[in-house]
């Protein structure tokens, strides 16, 4: 018969995941594309972006930022249930 201690290695090493973490997830996305707005002015800034050009970046990021808050949540959300 086996002891109960020797069974240990037979335990889920990953923790469950709750609802909660999907709060702490979002609030790292909006860290992560904040980080990401600040590297595309940097970069438009460093390449001398045209101003008409810059508009179009910052709309593409813009575009590329709602798609993410909208559509990674799903994805992530079925692993964290």
């Known amino acids: 018969?086996?002891?109960h201690t020797s069974r240990k290695w037979r335990k889920l090493r990953t923790p469950v995941a709750r609802r909660?973490?999907?709060n702490e997830f979002t609030r790292l996305?909006?860290?992560f594309l904040a980080f990401d707005r600040v590297v595309v002015e940097l970069n438009?800034?460093?390449y001398n972006v045209p101003q008409r050009d810059q508009a179009l970046v910052r709309r593409h990021n813009h575009r590329l930022h709602e798609t993410l808050?909208?559509?990674l949540p799903q994805v992530v959300e079925p692993s964290l249930t």
């Open 44 to 46: 438009m800034a460093i």
């Open 69 to 71: 808050r909208t559509r």
């Open 20 to 22: 909660g973490d999907l």
């Open 1 to 3: 018969m086996m002891r």
């Open 29 to 31: 996305l909006d860290a």
